[in-house]
């Protein structure tokens, strides 16, 4: 199984591009990368998966190298409401309900 | 609308009883996952089950116990043996093959 480390915590001012890195050395050929947002007493929420390069949506940006080995999580102009815990989960692509294991997570705070 | 409803949001019992924290859902997934969460950590996996009739421990599951009879039920019983209950419970599934995590909105358990 893959673990990942990702920074305990970052601040950011409004406006601003925000990038979150996770380490995933040790990621097999059959794990995918997908990055949740946690706010307090919620259940974490999806926000962006991917594989492989770059992926895009309408609220986040998804770096994955060649080596894969990293992921980075870019969300463009934060604002206050963006103050929340980001975790990376790495898992079997594969393997539909396989053991998932997430990380300590990143804690942002966006401040205006 | 499809989703996870865990019940209820909150929940208080004495030292040394058992309870049992609901998980429910009409996404029509085959897997589901129990998490644990304590104040300012990331989430700690404490069973999953891939199918009906069939579930696995996770990194912590000494206290704990579940069932799957259905696949829509996953409830998480929390023992007498287990020495610090009191946290927030989040329950998840899994449905196609590279879709994300759908988590509930979880159940804070306070054991006094």
């Known amino acids: 199984l893959a673990k990942t480390t990702q920074p305990i915590s970052m601040d950011s001012y409004e406006g601003q591009e925000v990038n979150i890195t996770c380490s995933h050395n040790?990621?097999?050929?059959?794990?995918?990368i997908t990055w949740y947002q946690q706010f307090p007493s919620q259940g974490p929420r999806f926000i962006i998966q991917?594989?492989?390069t770059k992926v895009t949506n309408e609220v986040a940006s998804l770096f994955i190298p060649a080596d894969r080995k990293s992921s980075t999580l870019s969300l463009p102009r934060v604002s206050l409401s963006d103050t929340a815990v980001y975790y990376c989960?790495?898992?079997?692509?594969?393997?539909?309900?396989?053991?998932?294991?997430f990380g300590q997570g990143t804690e942002l705070s966006v401040k205006p | 609308d499809g989703g996870i409803t865990q019940s209820p949001k909150y929940l208080f019992r004495k030292e040394g009883q058992n309870v049992t924290l609901s998980c429910e859902q009409n996404?029509?997934?085959?897997?589901m996952y129990w998490y644990r969460q304590d104040p300012g950590q990331g989430l700690r996996l404490i069973y999953y089950s891939q199918i009906v009739n069939d579930f696995q421990k996770g990194d912590i599951a000494e206290g704990y116990s579940v069932s799957r009879e259905k696949k829509e039920s996953f409830p998480l019983t929390v023992t007498s043996a287990q020495k610090n209950p009191t946290a927030f419970y989040l329950c998840a599934s899994l449905g196609d093959l590279n879709s994300p995590l759908h988590f509930g909105n979880g159940t804070r358990l306070t054991v006094t």
């Open positions: 989960l790495v898992g079997d692509r594969y393997n539909q309900g396989g053991k998932l294991i």
């Open positions: 991917g594989y492989k």
């Open positions: 996404l029509n997934h085959d897997a």
């Open positions: 040790n990621i097999a050929t059959n794990d995918y």
